[in-house]
């Protein structure tokens, strides 16, 4: 039984994390577990919340009842493929949440961001086979929630050096440690031209890591795009 926790792509072919541990380990049993979960908070007892995705009952079962207790809670799904990418794909939106906040742009931006930016999760999540409804449960909305907002996220605090002026590089020595949505927006960048999905946020910042789009200018970029509804 394997449990994956890494929250990622392959960077050279695309594909998701499941889909390489059932090329690498074919036929084992496996889940995803993720969620809101800073580790400096679960390390001193703070009550957390999170789901395990697998295609298996006895996976789900046993690390449901291995972790629960009157400080961790596990809720289940079987639609793997969201769980993962509602984990992998947040930190990209807490990325550019950093950036606003490196801006001074405030609350409303803030929370526009975050809301828009769960609509794109939500467009590639489904487009690769995730069930929408589970990109507003604990691994998409609840960890957009709290990678965006919280002072632990190590993608915000990069984001918020590149909303300041720093480098990317500059932004990596300062934080660290490895810094997962930077990888993962030229992954994202790439799986929406391949699905042809409309994108604007993660292709705005796509542009800012790697065509030397100013900041600012995204943002007059984002705000100025055609009006359409909700």
Do not use: W
């Amino acid at each position: 039984m394997l449990i994956m926790c890494a929250k990622g792509f392959e960077s050279d072919t695309l594909k998701t994390l499941d889909e390489i541990i059932e090329e690498e380990l074919p036929g084992i049993k496996y889940g995803v577990l993720s969620g809101p979960s800073h580790a400096e908070e679960v390390s001193i007892g703070i009550p957390t919340a999170l789901v395990i995705a697998s295609k298996h009952d006895d996976v789900k079962e046993k690390i449901s009842n291995l972790f629960r207790s009157n400080l961790m809670r596990i809720y289940s799904s079987n639609d793997v493929k969201g769980v993962e990418l509602g984990g992998a794909l947040k930190n990209i939106i807490a990325f550019c949440a950093g950036i606003s906040v490196g801006l001074n742009l405030g609350d409303n931006t803030f929370a526009a961001l975050a809301t828009r930016g769960l609509v794109e999760i939500v467009r590639l999540g489904t487009a690769l086979g995730a069930e929408e409804k589970t990109f507003y449960g604990l691994t998409g909305l609840g960890d957009l929630i709290v990678t965006c907002g919280s002072l632990h996220s190590r993608n915000r605090r990069a984001g918020e050096m590149i909303g300041k002026g720093y480098t990317i590089e500059e932004a990596r020595k300062e934080i660290g440690m490895v810094i997962e949505s930077v990888d993962n927006i030229e992954v994202a960048y790439q799986l929406s031209r391949k699905y042809n999905i409309e994108m604007p946020i993660v292709e705005s910042v796509y542009n800012i890591l790697y065509n030397n789009l100013e900041p600012k200018n995204a943002v007059d970029l984002l705000m100025n795009r055609e009006l359409k509804s909700e």
